[in-house]
């Protein structure tokens, strides 16, 4: 649904939904990866990950989710803790 609705999408603020991508992968790269038809800034994205509001834990192939044993994602420690 994402791909048929990509060219129809609000994107809001990436620290609202900070996505696991923007810490997998350089501002570059993920331009290349994802190829969307409009994106965030490159210091929108610097902004997100210095100060996120909501951390969405997506997955990729570069990273596994937190909850699946081996996670190396900055937060991780984090939403175990809330999580217990």
């Not at 129809?8 to 923007?22: A, G, K, M, S």
């Not at 992968?25 to 965030?40: A, C, D, G, N, S």
């Not at 081996?70 to 803790?81: A, I, K, M, S, T």
Request: charged share 20%.
């Amino acid at each position: 649904m994402n791909a048929v609705l990509s060219q129809n999408t609000y994107c809001f603020e990436p620290r609202l939904n900070l996505v696991t991508i923007f810490y997998d992968f350089t501002y570059k790269e993920m331009l290349i990866y994802r190829r969307p038809p409009k994106f965030y800034s490159k210091e929108q994205v610097k902004k997100a990950v210095g100060s996120p509001v909501a951390i969405h834990f997506t997955t990729s192939f570069l990273s596994k989710r937190t909850w699946m044993r081996g996670c190396q994602h900055q937060h991780v420690n984090e939403w175990l803790n809330i999580r217990r």
